[in-house]
């Protein structure tokens, strides 16, 4: 006679996608997270959040397309 459930249920986990990062930007979020004091994981999330949203700014100039009108008779 079998068990309707297994005797080991293990709960469903949600796995999230962790990239590598390489060696030395590693070595250098250590060495800065040490410097300020805060965990290596506050320092990258940090990071990761400021480069997201400068990505996502809105152009801070107005380029013109085409030059303004020259008024040559505006001198003196």
């Known amino acids: 006679m079998t068990a309707p459930f297994p005797y080991r249920t293990t709960m469903a986990q949600t ?7 390489d060696r030395d930007l590693i070595s250098r979020l250590y060495h800065q997270a040490r410097t300020e004091r805060i965990p290596m994981t506050a ?8 480069g997201l949203a400068w990505q996502n700014r809105e152009p801070s100039c107005i380029i013109a397309e085409e030059p303004p009108a020259y008024d040559p008779g505006g001198r003196t």
């Open 43 to 50: 320092l990258a999330s940090r990071l990761v959040r400021e």
């Open 15 to 21: 796995t999230y996608y962790s990239p590598r990062l």
